[in-house]
């Protein structure tokens, strides 16, 4: 069989050593105890589920920011990005943030004048979904179960 | 090679489906760069051109609507969709034509069996039995109407190979049973369930059994009396067919004690604000104008069904299954989610670690098209403790280099994965 280059490496730019590394290994993976704002997030596409636990403290900061659920590798890497990218963060600034990080991977590649991808490193390695629009939702899903959260929102879906 | 033809005028033997895939246009093509390997024919298969050039014809010929008008084209279009009916009726060895009734699918067969047979029947004190391995299509219609009625669904369960626990299901039908409904052969795993025997307790009990053939039509003969099951249901897009046209078969003395399911035109002999006699059968479950090209070409998809041979395609697809089998048993990592004694055309697995919608997107990668996630049968999903698995299901047009290319496409996602 030829082998396609190019296709491969989009294959790698979704699967980048980084994802992988954060699905084996995602952080902040676990329950919080009391007190913690909870939202369910489901991809009915899949069947997937992911639980947020949120803890916000006095001065409106995101003190603790967990996950637990089953889903593919993009996801559980997204949403380990997600947890980390966003604790310490103010209330506001990681609504925003997360706003941004959504409609940034729903745009398409090519579109002129898009926002520069977020400062880190990291994060930029979710863009790898956007040669593939039928994982987008599997980047985004976590994304929107924290924004789901911060609305006191008990559940959300990818399909609204 | 050229295709030789016994004297039923089948394809002579099963070694001859090889020469069909060129008449698949969209098995003919290339995706991601690759030539494409269709695995997912239990989600919806492929037509042939015989089916698609019908359609067209019918469309370009003889398209009008059916049993209205006096003119060429409507006695055209009602010749074309109630040959298709006959066609339909010979195929599964129905006793007539008026036990034939066009649906839009298996779901709105199911749906209609539920509100015209069940419904009326139903009270706190009714069940209706189902069992574990059922597609959500077999358990959504019942759970409304028992929600609706206050009548309970009884779930009969599966074992660890994920086949139906025959004795304990049979041993859950009584006389407050109103109907046993169950697949015949499982979308998500390929058992097939032993019909015969549940058909026969069912009956001793006087109790009618709704088999779901959605997955069953195209991967096996029906003999509708032989079986003796009571309503079947099926669906055009999963027998080289169209979308959007299925069939319910059901036993002519029942479906006479039904009242209609859908109102419209067609199944009306006369209307009146004083009252409606309805038409016989099978027209009193067809209301509204019908999907007549999709009768048509689910009428072509029986004829390119006849002439392959029913007992070839079972034949080759067994031969393709035993093979995939044992390839994936000697993939690392991989695990068999599904091991029934009598398995058909499918085979769903997990590979450690990997969840099935990475395992979809890399193989989609290589132009291999598997089928990942819950397969509409969460229950079955549950029962394993899977958010889902990745099943790659065969067909008439698939071959040895297909389960070949699968394989090794498997060793890709190991790789990324490693
Ligand atoms: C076993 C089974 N039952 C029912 C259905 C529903 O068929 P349809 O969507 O064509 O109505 C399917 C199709 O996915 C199926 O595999």
Redesign the pocket.
């Known amino acids: 069989m030829k082998k396609n280059n190019s296709e491969n490496k989009s294959l790698k730019e979704l699967y980048r050593q980084l994802i992988i590394h954060h699905a084996k290994n995602p952080l902040n993976f676990g329950k919080l105890s009391n007190n913690s704002l909870l939202s369910e997030g489901i991809n009915p596409l899949c069947g997937d589920k992911i639980r947020i636990y949120l803890k916000i403290n006095e001065a409106d900061t995101i003190e603790n920011l967990t996950f637990e659920g089953t889903g593919c590798a993009i996801s559980i890497a997204s949403a380990s990005l997600m947890t980390s990218t966003l604790l310490n963060m103010k209330k506001y600034q990681a609504n925003q943030y997360a706003l941004d990080l959504i409609s940034n991977l729903n745009e398409s590649k090519s579109q002129e004048g898009q926002q520069p991808m977020m400062d880190s490193q990291e994060i930029h390695a979710l863009e790898g979904v956007k040669d593939f629009p039928s994982r987008i939702k599997c980047a985004t899903l976590s994304w929107q179960t924290f924004i789901s959260a911060l609305n006191n929102n008990k559940i959300t879906t990818t399909e609204k | 090679m050229n295709l030789s033809f016994n004297e039923k005028n089948q394809i002579a033997d099963n070694s001859q489906l090889e020469l069909l895939r060129k008449d698949f246009p969209t098995i003919n093509q290339e995706i991601n760069k690759y030539p494409l390997v269709y695995l997912d024919s239990?989600?919806s298969s492929q037509m042939p051109q015989q089916v698609i050039d019908e359609i067209s014809r019918y469309q370009s010929q003889d398209h009008s609507n059916v049993h209205r008008g006096i003119h060429t084209l409507s006695h055209r279009a009602t010749e074309v969709y109630e040959t298709s009916r006959q066609n339909i009726c010979e195929f599964i060895n129905a006793k007539n034509t008026n036990e034939i009734i066009f649906t839009s699918?298996?779901?709105?067969s199911i749906n209609l069996v539920a509100n015209s047979y069940c419904k009326p029947k139903l009270d706190p004190s009714k069940k209706i039995l189902i069992s574990h391995l059922e597609?959500h299509?077999?358990i959504v219609p019942w759970q409304l109407i028992c929600e609706q009625t206050g009548a309970s669904l009884i779930v009969a369960p599966i074992d660890n190979n994920g086949e139906i626990i025959t004795e304990q299901l049979i041993d859950m039908i009584d006389s407050n049973v109103v109907l046993v409904a169950i697949?015949h052969?499982?979308?998500a795993l390929g058992s097939v369930t032993s019909l015969n025997k549940i058909i026969d307790a069912a009956h001793q009990h006087e109790v009618p059994v709704l088999v779901?053939g959605?997955?069953a039509i195209s991967h096996m003969k029906i003999d509708i009396q032989a079986l003796n099951a009571d309503f079947y249901a099926f669906?055009g897009?999963?027998m080289l067919g169209p979308t959007g046209i299925?069939i319910l078969y059901g036993k002519e003395r029942l479906l006479e004690d039904m009242p209609p399911y859908q109102g419209g035109g067609d199944m009306i002999l006369e209307v009146k604000f004083t009252g409606t006699v309805y038409n016989d059968l099978p027209y009193k479950f067809e209301a509204g104008t019908p999907n007549i090209s999709g009768a048509a070409g689910l009428g072509a998809a029986i004829d390119y069904l006849n002439q392959a041979g029913m007992h070839n395609i079972e034949a080759h697809e067994n031969i393709l299954l035993n093979k995939m089998i044992a390839d994936l048993q000697k993939v690392d990592g991989v695990e068999l989610i599904g091991k029934a004694e009598n398995q058909v055309a499918v085979q769903s697995f997990t590979i450690k670690d990997i969840h099935s919608h990475d395992i979809g997107t890399i193989l989609d990668h290589q132009g291999i098209a598997i089928r990942t996630g819950h397969h509409?049968a969460m229950p079955v999903m549950e029962f394993f403790g899977l958010p889902g698995t990745a099943r790659a299901s065969l067909s008439i047009y698939n071959n040895e280099e297909d389960i070949d290319r699968f394989i090794k496409g498997l060793d890709k996602v190991i790789e990324i994965f490693a």
């Open positions: 239990a989600a699918g298996t779901t709105d597609h299509s077999n697949s052969i499982s979308n779901d959605a997955q669906s897009h999963k299925g509409c």
